[in-house]
């Protein structure tokens, strides 16, 4: 099974030769948090254009260029990066300005964010820059920074180990806590508060942090604030499941195992998919239910659910693709096969998450039996699954379940309904189309993902087929 | 939907939420579940209160705790027992789709005939491809059966199409040698895409039983590279078109 694992959202590349060979890009939002005001940052937009720039490049550690504006000389312009870290760069310029950072720096940091500043190696010029730059911060710093910004005496960043990683996290999500509760206490209606800027850049420290999905979240509540008019009561949860999760990592070392696990990966913590294939499969025959795609930023995502055809537990395929490159079709709707299943660390079933793996496995044929062997229940039953899993891992955002209901209108609102109870749907009209043709006002077993704005349908399971209504990119 | 008091809540949660917790403090629990686990977590910070609250609430809703009372179906479309297509023909309409577009309208024509109407999601297409198309229209809602209008009416974007005509009638058929001849004439045909098309449509309408005669006879022609790639196509055409009709006589197979 081809699948790619994407890191967080660095702009990274490498220096040919280089022994500090990852570069670390800044982006908008880090030079915003550099400039000293709103204002600076806006004056320095016009001098990001590349044109203005000659000689211009970027390393691991610094970023430097000629600024050739109206004045009779150019402007070199020296800037020091600790990559992600606005608060310890430092800038130097040969402009009058007392300012610290100048317009030149900010305004060069701002093309190099927007790839217009390549990479290169350091002059010699350049480099005597950065070291009196390096010599200025170290008279002022009395005290030797974080252990991940320090170096060794030959200029190596020291590689950093587990703890390391997990001490990083820590700081970040007790920053990123506390940055939230200030929100809280501020008000989302402040200004200050529905700045989006804002809340990319929090977002961005939590990616520095090494919580990259918790970073996701963040940024999906900020596209909520940019709605015109914001559904603050499911931003204010969304919110509070974000604050539990960042609690709970913080506290993950008093956590059972499993639950500790799912905090971690629920936070954006990478398990190695060699990892996952170590541990201990689920062997037996699996049915593929269905399949939903998004799109995230220029990232294609496709989930793709399998069913044990053997216990009815439930496993999800991630996969991933750029833009245009096209999802893994690997497991077509409707299929069957033979195979190992291994899961991602986690606490919704006893041996780990929802989230999988396939191995080894036979060729994926048309299923042979009976399709209501996966199990279709009704309403009241579904619920009793889904509090199941949100026992156990209360930030899931989507729960999977097979139900046997029509859709049906409750007043201007399209329901899920049987004779036990109903369940608002989130469907699109094709898809309503194609469940509400299947059913013609009968129950059918219908898969869904059971989530906060409703049942999102992703497959109807027809007498000797399975329809696919699930979501494209 | 929650219990009403619990509802209440949440509007003051939120309403401390976007005012915020230094001008407007959260309320208190309504005593329950949610109540004990808030003054569990002995927090004093009220917006760390406010937090924890509405996290509780948002599990809820998501698990939907209290769910909404059964809903009557809808109203069934006419009763009829025709079943989806079975998926060998819809395999037809993917290869129609893909190289022999014009076999559409016969393909419609055929699944009006059978005892079946098509799945699903190929009805939702159909439909929805149609609504500019009359002539389309009136065969796609013919294949679909009573349940075309049911689900225009309930999903207004399949379109209500302009006024669908009576079901276009189909030419007499051809024999064999009548397409072989127009085959031979069609040489005059400078341009070789209106002359594929011409000959496809003359295809189309050929006596179903000569189809493989003609398939036969068309892969035995000697010529030049630049009709041999429109012989191949026509033969295909012939063959498939052959196997399509075949398998609407037989649906019990």
Not at chain 1, 9 to 19: N, V
Not at chain 1, 252 to 269: E, I, K, M, R
Not at chain 1, 341 to 366: D, I, Q, W
Not at chain 1, 370 to 378: C, F, N, R, S, T
Request: glycine share 8%.
């Amino acid at each position: 099974m081809r699948s790619t694992t994407i890191g967080p959202c660095t702009a990274e590349s490498t220096i040919p030769g280089s022994e500090h060979a990852r570069v670390v890009r800044w982006t908008d939002a880090d030079v915003a948090a550099f400039a000293p005001t709103p204002a600076a940052y806006r004056s320095a937009v016009p001098l990001a254009d590349p044109t203005r720039w000659r000689a211009a490049g970027a390393d691991h550690a610094a970023v430097w260029g000629r600024y050739i504006g109206s004045a009779s000389e150019p402007y070199d312009v020296t800037v020091v990066h600790a990559p992600g870290h606005a608060t310890t760069a430092r800038s130097g310029c040969t402009c009058p300005s007392r300012r610290v950072p100048c317009k030149h720096a900010l305004g060069l940091l701002m093309a190099w964010a927007h790839r217009d500043v390549p990479d290169g190696e350091r002059p010699p010029a350049v480099a005597r820059r950065v070291d009196r730059l390096d010599a200025a911060s170290l008279r002022r710093d009395a005290a030797p920074g974080p252990s991940a910004d320090r170096r060794t005496a030959d200029g190596r960043r020291p590689s950093a180990g587990r703890d390391d990683r997990m001490a990083k996290l820590a700081d970040g999500l007790d920053s990123f806590d506390r940055w939230l509760l200030d929100c809280i206490r501020l008000g989302l209606a402040d200004p200050a508060v529905r700045d989006p800027a804002a809340w990319e850049l929090a977002a961005s420290r939590l990616v520095d942090a090494g919580a990259g999905s918790l970073a996701n979240r963040v940024r999906r509540l900020a596209s909520v604030l940019e709605d015109q008019e914001p559904d603050l009561s499911r931003l204010a949860e969304e919110l509070a499941i974000v604050h539990l999760l960042a609690v709970a990592a913080r506290r993950s070392g008093s956590l059972p195992d499993g639950l500790a696990d799912a905090v971690a990966v629920a936070t954006g913590w990478q398990v190695r998919r060699t990892s996952v294939l170590d541990g201990v499969p689920e062997s037996g025959d699996w049915f593929v239910v269905g399949r939903h795609d998004t799109r995230e930023d220029r990232i294609e995502v496709r989930r793709t659910w399998l069913r044990s055809l053997t216990d009815r537990r439930w496993a999800m395929l991630l996969s991933f693709a750029a833009t245009g490159d096209g999802l893994d079709a690997s497991f077509p709707i409707g299929g069957w096969f033979r195979g190992d299943v291994f899961r991602y660390p986690g606490a919704t079933y006893p041996n780990g998450s929802v989230r999988a793996l396939v191995g080894t496995h036979g060729e994926v044929g048309a299923v042979d039996r009976p399709v209501d062997a996966i199990g279709a229940v009704d309403v009241t039953t579904a619920r009793a699954e889904v509090g199941r899993v949100l026992a156990r891992e209360p930030w899931t955002e989507r729960v999977p379940v097979v139900v046997d209901a029509s859709p049906t209108r409750a007043g201007r609102r399209w329901v899920l309904s049987d004779q036990t109870a109903s369940i608002p749907l989130d469907v699109a009209p094709r898809p309503l189309a194609v469940v509400l043709a299947a059913s013609q006002g009968r129950s059918i077993p219908i898969m869904v993902e059971w989530t906060r704005t409703g049942a999102v349908p992703v497959s109807v399971i027809g007498p000797d087929r399975v329809v696919d209504v699930g979501r494209r990119a | 939907m929650l219990e009403p008091d619990v509802d209440i809540t949440v509007d003051e949660l939120v309403t401390a939420a976007v005012l915020g917790t230094d001008r407007r403090p959260p309320p208190e629990a309504p005593p329950g579940p949610v109540h004990d686990l808030v003054a569990d977590s002995l927090l004093s910070d009220p917006a760390e209160r406010l937090l924890v609250h509405l996290g509780a609430i948002a599990v809820q809703h998501l698990a939907a705790a209290a769910p909404d009372p059964p809903v009557a179906p809808l109203p069934a479309p006419m009763v009829h027992d025709r079943r989806w297509c079975p998926v060998d023909v819809v395999e037809h309409w993917d290869r129609i789709v893909e190289e022999f577009a014009v076999l559409t309208d016969e393909w419609l024509s055929l699944v009006a005939a059978s005892p079946w109407h098509p799945p699903p999601d190929l009805a939702v297409d159909l439909l929805h491809r149609s609504r500019s198309d009359p002539d389309r229209r009136a065969l796609v809602t013919e294949a679909v059966g009573p349940m075309a209008g049911w689900l225009i009416d309930l999903v207004p974007v399949l379109g209500r199409g302009r006024t669908a005509r009576a079901i276009p009638v189909r030419p007499p058929p051809i024999g064999a040698d009548e397409i072989l001849r127009i085959v031979v004439e069609a040489v005059r045909i400078s341009s070789p895409a209106a002359r594929r098309t011409t000959l496809e449509r003359v295809l189309a309408t050929g006596a179903p039983e000569v189809l493989d005669e003609v398939a036969d006879r068309l892969e035995g022609v000697v010529c030049g590279s630049g009709w041999l790639a429109t012989l191949e196509h026509l033969g295909a055409l012939a063959r498939f078109r052959h196997r399509m009709i075949r398998r609407f006589a037989e649906p019990d197979r």
